[in-house]
């Protein structure tokens, strides 16, 4: 194997730690190996440049008999020659610990949209972001999401509870629900349930969202047995 690409494969290890978690766990996950292979290259060049930086704030508050031993030293690429020693493989482990911390702030940015919600409440855009309106619902810490009417009118039936977990497969939308009450349209109590899972296509289900903010809690629990009505935290 060419030692000049295995030196680069280990260097470039904390963007691929940081891209993969975000690949899992993220929410615009890309598809082509392109793509992957630029959020990996940035994600690992933002890591060592958090890396030098914090070495440097370490290096000015440190006690002058350590600042000797806080160095950066990168490794200097040439062909058929090792070039990563002891302190080169200490720093990419480094780096690797900043791009892991890293890839958990940015998944908590990035899926809470907090760039996206900043610019909203500077009334700078009116977008919501680049995924779809599901995503960005139920993603959403506001109260009138948490509590739902799934309407299934193929099988003419209500699932009302609070959602617990969701997510998008395809064409298809996923979504557990707690303390459920299942009533047929017209409002008729049929049964309850603790947790259901629904599985609908996305043309075949309507949600709504009751919550009305300061309602009386006796309209939450006349609400909870006939699937109408207004519900409270």
Request: some cysteine; aromatic content about 14%; charged content about 25%.
């Amino acid at each position: 194997m060419d030692i000049l690409f295995l030196e680069i494969v280990i260097i470039f290890i904390p963007g691929i730690i940081w891209e993969r978690i975000d690949n899992r766990f993220g929410i615009n996950r890309p598809t082509s190996q392109f793509d992957i292979l630029r959020r990996a290259f940035c994600f690992g060049l933002t890591s060592y440049v958090i890396l030098v930086l914090l070495l440097a704030l370490a290096k000015d508050f440190a006690p002058a008999s350590y600042q000797q031993y806080i160095t950066f030293k990168m490794a200097s690429f040439q062909k058929d020659s090792y070039t990563l020693d002891k302190a080169v493989v200490n720093e990419i482990i480094l780096a690797s610990g900043v791009a892991l911390v890293c890839s958990f702030l940015w998944l908590y940015i990035t899926n809470h949209k907090l760039p996206v919600r900043f610019m909203q409440f500077m009334r700078a855009t009116k977008r919501y972001g680049d995924e779809d309106v599901w995503d960005f619902t139920f993603n959403s810490r506001r109260a009138e999401v948490e509590y739902i009417h799934f309407r299934d009118f193929e099988n003419e039936l209500t699932y009302s509870g609070w959602v617990e977990l969701f997510s998008e497969t395809g064409q298809a939308r996923e979504i557990v629900l707690r303390d459920v009450v299942v009533t047929s349209l017209d409002g008729s109590a049929a049964y309850r349930t603790p947790r259901i899972y629904l599985a609908r296509a996305m043309d075949k289900m309507t949600i709504e969202f009751p919550y009305i903010a300061g309602a009386d809690m006796e309209n939450a629990d006349e609400h909870k047995a006939d699937g109408t009505g207004s519900v409270v935290r």
